[in-house]
Each structure stands twice: as structure tokens, then as C-alpha cells.
């Protein structure tokens, strides 16, 4: 039978056309015609007792895939969850779901995979960044796709439909950490390919294995179906969580792997829908993910992977709570029945504290940010009274060619500078928290075009967005916290390119100022001629908790990326609070004496060198 695209599939079979005969061996269209009994029928959850005891050796009561009972091989033995369910995770799946060959249509294809994964990466360069491994066992990175062993052959035509090329090092290691079935927490940036560095191998496993198989039982009850999908994806925000989502239909497309995408501020009728569809993959943020299981759609019962992304982020954001609650109090296997993987830009020390509470003999794996040299993203920082911002923005804007994203501290803040610029000729719009889902969707889809070459954000964008033809940032209001400052300039100079990121600085900033210096220091940019001395100031007047020293979740001293605490004592260094209220002493950088601007790196290199050389501080911590 031809091929029929989704849009066109309602159409295609008319009311006076006979029904199509049922496709032998379930291919593309066949899913909802040809499920295993398991997935048609309506199964009563049967949520057990976790049980008490070690968390590596569960007892006193629970179900196993629940953490009950005695300790068992985590692969090996996986524990069924009914009569139905395939005996051994490793069993390779002859549901034809997952191997039946399909007609392609060249117009899905083309819009499925317009955006090509290594469009525009500066391979040269992304090779220089400096990677670190710890745990017991590393495993050996690879260093091209092809050498993967154990790839599936609906993966690997997706690999080369989706333009990727060459692994990323977050990739060349993360990649075959998971295959080999080790719980992995890997520090690195977004756009350092992270969200493949996890898609890969988790749909990799599903297409050989099958989806999970829910447990056998009677009807929820008035024709509803529950979701058991077979990974779940937990992102920070709404724009992250469909960025996965899109991958995700990349690599899984021509298969009957189903994913879907669930997020707070949308419909949730219609996330129902696709839900009763069927789910494999489910991408998720943690608060719709815990109202749909409160409302009896969605079992965490069949989970065999699970991915935490921008893990420092959700926490930032108030996730905590939740998160440990759909970890640890749900019906989701324990770490002994799951593979956990968890990744973000920083890993403090706090992160690595949950990770040892969700995570299993786990690699640690701390990429080198991008854009964390000279090479990738130029600093520049220029001092700009608040009554001469705007006249400021309208100079550099006037300058730039390709998309500029600007960042300001409020809300009100956004819309009122979208408005200004309007009202000077340019194409700007804004996003920020208060705006609807539609309205965050269109301006995104405006600015990526070029359509509107000027996003004005909140920091409602600072993190998540893979947006990678960024070519300047520009910080309308300088961030409170100078972890905030590295995750808005960490928008522009992705995938190993190059970006200009231009901040406003002035007095009531000054409380930073110790921090930037450092930072600047260590990326080993120009420091402005007023720097030196605002920061001796500062130190004069408040004291030298305005004037820098270690970042927090550090060892002290200066750092990237993060480190593996099992292996460092957990020493945290300390972070500066910020300067005080004060405003009866005051900088003019137009009359202190200039400063030297000539620094070294002064940063130490990680014990692993491997190929990728460069810099990389080694003391850990936040960056």
C-alpha cells in the first residue's frame, strides 16, 4: 500500500472507499491496527510499595521494577511488568513495528529534516575542547558514527537524513556510555549536541527491544487509555521540551516509535489526544507530566531510561519538589530497573548531591563550554549610563548584520524596548513569561526566520534555546547573578562558531564587577581600561565580597564545566553576594586610571588531554 502522510491520511480513505485490508507485519500505518494486545487494551494501573531498606538492595515489599525485593542485574534480568512482557530487556524485539521497510515521501522528509544537526558547526574548533571522564570503567569514545557498533538501521538512515556527520565530544562519549548500559551525568553546554548525545542510544535500544509492556489488567474506566511510555525526557521549560521533541520525530522517523511532548500553558486536550495515540518517548516538563498523572493518563510503570536536561535549571526554577516526587514516589522503577542520564550546562555541587540519590554507578563526563575561549565568543563590555542605553542599543543594532538577541531584566522592561524599537524602523518582537504559548511559538518562528532579526527576551530564553545562528547577544540589563550571564552569552558563538556578546554595565552593577573580571580573565578577553579600577573601588568601599574570588559550587579559584565530587572531597569554594546598598560612593571610568588589559589564561588544564587540548579549569564548580 503507497504511502500516505499524516495530513492527508483522513482524506484518503472516503467514506464510500472500501477499508483498507490490515498491512502485514504492522509498518508505518499499521501501529493503532497492529499493537500488541498489551497497548490496545485498557490496563489498570497497580502502583506497588516501594519498600524500604538500601537503595541498592530494596526490600520489604514493592514489586521489583518498583526497587522491592532483592538486588538484580539492572539489563539482564529486567522484571516484567505482565504476563505479555518480553522476558529479557536484552531480548532483540521481532515486532515488526520496528523493522517492517516503508515508502518515503520526499515532502515529509524534507520538512521533517530541514534542519540539518551539523549545519554550520566549526568542526575545527569544536575538536578543541577539552573533555574529562570519571567513574569505574570509562568507555572508549568513538570517533565517527559509522564506527558504532550495534546501530540500528532506521537510526542510522535518520543520522544521515538529519545531516549529522561527525560526533560532538559530548557525543563521541556519551554516546557509547550509554549503549553500554552505565548511567551517565555529563556536563555540558546546549548546542554542544547533548540532546543526540542521549536521543541516539535510548532510540537505539527501543527500536532492537520494543517498547515496554504495560501491565495486563481491567478497563480505567470510561474508554480512557494510559500512557506508558518507555523513556521519559523531564526539560526545564516549554521551548526545550519541543526542541526535544523535534529531534526526537527525527531519529524515530519511519519507525512506530511514538513520541510525544507534554508542557504546562497549552492545551491539554490535545496533549491528551496524542497521548491516547500512543506514547514511547515522552518529553515533559515536570508540572503538566504531574497533573497528567494525577489525572490517571500517564504510568511511570514501564520507564527504562530516563533523562533529566538542564537539570540545574529545573532546580533554579522550583522543580525540586516535583522532580523527587516523580522520581522517587510514583510508580517508576528504581535505579536499579532504569537507566538515568542527566545533563546540563553546570553541575554544582547541590546537582551532584540528587545525582547520587537518582543516579547509578554513574559516569561523570565535563565537557568544556563552547564558546568558553577567545576563538568562540568575544566580551565586550561597555559602561552606559541607564539614561543612555537605548541611544547605545540603536548604534550597535545600526552595525549588525544576523540575528541579535537582547536581554532585559523585567518583563515590562521587554515590552516597552519592543516598542521603541518599532517605533525606529526595526524589526524586533519579544518574548518573556507573561506572553501565551502561541505567542512565545510565533515570535520564535519570526526571529529564526529572520523575519524579526531582533529578539528581546527575559531569561525565559537564557537557557534551553537552540537557536544557532545567534551572531550577538547583547545585555540590555546586566544580570544579578553571574551564572546568568554565562548562560546568556552561551546564545551566541554555538557549535564552535564564532559570536559577539556586548553587555551594559554601570554603577548599580558594580556589585559584579569582581566576578566579570574573572571571567574575562579566564576566557582571556580584553579588559576594559575602567575594569581594574571599579573593582579596586568596589573592594575599598564594600569590602572584597563585591571584588570576586571563586564562583560558586568551585573548589576555590577559577573553573569551567564541573567536577566529579566522589573523587574531590565535595570542598566547595565560596561565591560572592553581590555589593551592598550603598550609593554614597561613586566610579567614574572616565577618570580612574586605566589598568593593564593584558592577562594570561591562568587556568588549569584537566587531567585528560586526549585530542582536544585547549583550556579548561580543573577546580570545577559552577561557571
Given at each position: 500500500m503507497a504511502y500516505v502522510p499524516p495530513s492527508r491520511r483522513n482524506a484518503a480513505a472516503a467514506p464510500s472507499t472500501p477499508p483498507p485490508s490490515k498491512p502485514s507485519g504492522g509498518g508505518f500505518l499499521g501501529r493503532n491496527n497492529d499493537m500488541p494486545a498489551a497497548f490496545s487494551s485498557m490496563n489498570k494501573d497497580k502502583r506497588g510499595d516501594r519498600g524500604g531498606g538500601d537503595r541498592w538492595d530494596r526490600g520489604g515489599g514493592g514489586t521489583p521494577s518498583n526497587g522491592g525485593g532483592a538486588f538484580l542485574d539492572r539489563f539482564s534480568e529486567r522484571p516484567s511488568s505482565g504476563q505479555d512482557a518480553r522476558s529479557s530487556w536484552n531480548a532483540r524485539s521481532n515486532d515488526a513495528r520496528f523493522s517492517g521497510s516503508h515508502n518515503i515521501d520526499d515532502s515529509e522528509i524534507e520538512a521533517l529534516f530541514q534542519a540539518k544537526g551539523d549545519s554550520g558547526i566549526n568542526f575545527d574548533k569544536y575538536d578543541d575542547i577539552p573533555v574529562e571522564v570519571s567513574g569505574k570503567d570509562p568507555v572508549e569514545p568513538i570517533t565517527t558514527y559509522d564506527g558504532l557498533s550495534g546501530i540500528h538501521e532506521i537510526l542510522i538512515k535518520n543520522i544521515k537524513r538529519s545531516g549529522y556527520s561527525r560526533p560532538t565530544p559530548v557525543q563521541k562519549y556519551a554516546i557509547p556510555s550509554v549503549m553500554a548500559k552505565r548511567d551517565l551525568m555529563a556536563c555540558a553546554q546546549t548546542g554542544s549536541g547533548k540532546t543526540a548525545a542521549f536521543l541516539f542510544p535510548v532510540i537505539n535500544r527501543i527500536l532492537f527491544d520494543g517498547p515496554a509492556q504495560p501491565?495486563?489488567?481491567?478497563?480505567?474506566?470510561?474508554?480512557?487509555?494510559?500512557?506508558?511510555?518507555?523513556?521519559?525526557?523531564?526539560?526545564?521549560?516549554?521551548?526545550?521540551?519541543?526542541?526535544?521533541?523535534?529531534?526526537?520525530?527525527?531519529?524515530?522517523?519511519?519507525?512506530?516509535?511514538?513520541?510525544?511532548?507534554?508542557?504546562?500553558?497549552?492545551?491539554?486536550?490535545?496533549?491528551?489526544?496524542?497521548?491516547?495515540?500512543?506514547?514511547?518517548?515522552?518529553?515533559?516538563?515536570?508540572?503538566?507530566?504531574?497533573?497528567?498523572?494525577?489525572?490517571?493518563?500517564?504510568?511511570?510503570?514501564?520507564?527504562?531510561?530516563?533523562?533529566?536536561?538542564?537539570?540545574?535549571?529545573?532546580?533554579?526554577?522550583?522543580?525540586?519538589?516535583?522532580?523527587?516526587?516523580?522520581?522517587?514516589?510514583?510508580?517508576?522503577?528504581?535505579?536499579?530497573?532504569?537507566?538515568?542520564?542527566?545533563?546540563?550546562?553546570?553541575?554544582?555541587?547541590?546537582?551532584?548531591?540528587?545525582?547520587?540519590?537518582?543516579?547509578?554507578?554513574?559516569?561523570?563526563?565535563?565537557?568544556?563550554?563552547?564558546?568558553?575561549?577567545?576563538?568562540?565568543?568575544?566580551?565586550?563590555?561597555?559602561?552606559?549610563?541607564?539614561?543612555?542605553?537605548?541611544?547605545?542599543?540603536?548604534?550597535?543594532?545600526?552595525?549588525?548584520?544576523?540575528?541579535?538577541?537582547?536581554?532585559?531584566?523585567?518583563?515590562?522592561?521587554?515590552?516597552?524596548?519592543?516598542?521603541?524599537?518599532?517605533?525606529?524602523?526595526?524589526?524586533?518582537?519579544?518574548?518573556?513569561?507573561?506572553?501565551?504559548?502561541?505567542?512565545?511559538?510565533?515570535?520564535?518562528?519570526?526571529?529564526?526566520?529572520?523575519?524579526t532579526p531582533i529578539l528581546v527576551a527575559t531569561d525565559v530564553a537564557a537557557r534551553g534555546l537552540d537557536i544557532s545562528n545567534v551572531t550577538h547577544v547583547i545585555q540590555y540589563d546586566l544580570p544579578n547573578c553571574i551564572d546568568d550571564y554565562v548562560h546568556r552569552i552561551g546564545r551566541t558563538g554555538r557549535a564552535g562558531n564564532t559570536g559577539l556578546a556586548t553587555t551594559f554595565i554601570n554603577e548599580k552593577n558594580k556589585g559584579m564587577v569582581g566576578e566579570l573580571l574573572e571571567l574575562l580573565r579566564e576566557n582571556n578577553q580584553e579588559i576594559p581600561s575602567w575594569m581594574e579600577s571599579l573593582v579596586q573601588h568596589v573592594n575599598s568601599t564594600y569590602g572584597s565580597r563585591s571584588g570576586g574570588g571563586a564562583r560558586r559550587g568551585g573548589g576555590g579559584g577559577k573553573s569551567f564545566g564541573s567536577r566529579d565530587y566522589r573523587s574531590n572531597g565535595g570542598s566547595g569554594g565560596s561565591r560572592s553576594s553581590g555589593g551592598g546598598s550603598s550609593t554614597t560612593s561613586s566610579f567614574n571610568p572616565t577618570t580612574s586610571k586605566p589598568a593593564d588589559s593584558k592577562f594570561s589564561p591562568g587556568f588549569a588544564h584537566m587531567a585528560y588531554s586526549g585530542g582536544y587540548g585547549g583550556n579548561y579549569g580543573s577546580s570545577g564548580g559552577k561557571w
Open positions: 501491565p495486563t489488567g481491567g478497563s480505567h474506566g470510561f474508554g480512557r487509555r494510559k500512557a506508558y511510555p518507555t523513556c521519559l525526557v523531564l526539560a526545564p521549560t516549554r521551548e526545550l521540551a519541543t526542541q526535544i521533541y523535534d529531534e526526537a520525530r527525527k531519529f524515530c522517523f519511519m519507525s512506530n516509535i511514538k513520541a510525544v511532548v507534554v508542557y504546562g500553558g497549552a492545551d491539554v486536550r490535545s496533549q491528551l489526544t496524542q497521548l491516547d495515540r500512543g506514547c514511547d518517548l515522552l518529553v515533559a516538563t515536570p508540572g503538566r507530566l504531574q497533573d497528567l498523572m494525577e489525572r490517571g493518563r500517564i504510568s511511570l510503570a514501564c520507564i527504562r531510561f530516563l533523562v533529566l536536561d538542564e537539570a540545574d535549571r529545573m532546580l533554579d526554577m522550583g522543580f525540586e519538589r516535583q522532580i523527587r516526587h516523580i522520581v522517587m514516589e510514583t510508580d517508576m522503577p528504581g535505579i536499579n530497573h532504569r537507566q538515568t542520564m542527566m545533563y546540563s550546562a553546570t553541575f554544582p555541587k547541590a546537582i551532584q548531591q540528587l545525582a547520587s540519590e537518582f543516579l547509578y554507578d554513574y559516569l561523570f563526563l565535563a565537557v568544556g563550554r563552547v564558546g568558553s575561549t577567545t576563538d568562540f565568543i568575544t566580551q565586550k563590555l561597555e559602561w552606559v549610563e541607564e539614561r543612555d542605553k537605548r541611544s547605545m542599543l540603536l548604534g550597535l543594532l545600526s552595525r549588525i548584520t544576523g540575528l541579535t538577541l537582547v536581554f532585559t531584566e523585567t518583563k515590562r522592561d521587554a515590552d516597552s524596548l519592543e516598542n521603541y524599537l518599532h517605533s525606529q524602523g526595526l524589526h524586533a518582537t519579544s518574548i518573556h513569561g507573561d506572553r501565551s504559548q502561541q505567542e512565545r511559538e510565533d515570535a520564535l518562528r519570526s526571529f529564526k526566520s529572520g523575519k
